[in-house]
């Protein structure tokens, strides 16, 4: 099973987007049969095996084995991933921005679909996957942002100039600033 599975398939989508399928596709995170699903969400075996079936279609679920019950194969699911990541693309943007900030903003749910993208085309077979991810909160008075702004793309050019020759692993970086709504009341 993998981590993520990012869909970019809007076929995909449409089998997933479904309140029930995504109730089946969470008892499926265990190998289990259509019985075991159907007793679990007081359904039919029929009708949690109608949901399998297109979710299987979609690559969402893969039969994972199968076993006879009183002479009746009987096939155990299991889903194909942990968590499923669909792609901004199967939306597109809508409209065109009308401010610079928007345009900003655009451009930022660009760059963090393309790493939703990229985070999920790794391999995560890999024993020691180089990677880090860091978070905080800092707070600027919107007096020194120019200040701040400045700062931060300086130290990000001093990094990029120090480690940007042609030698080495390459990585991505991608830094995000954004207001943090959630930040106001703490």
Known sequence: MRDVLYLEEIEQAEALLKPQRIEVL?????PRTCGEVGAILAQTPQRVYYHVKRLVEAG??????ERKV???SEGIYQATARSYWLSPRLVGHIGLGRARDELSLGHLLDLVEEVQADIAALDRSVPE???IGVSGDIRVPPERRPEFLAELQETLQRLFTKYGGAEGDPFKLVVACYPNQ???DS
């Open 26 to 30: 969470r008892q499926l995170a265990e």
């Open 60 to 65: 969402l679920v893969e039969q994972v084995s």
């Open 70 to 72: 009183r002479g009746i």
């Open 129 to 131: 996957l180089p990677s």
């Open 182 to 184: 959630q930040g106001e």
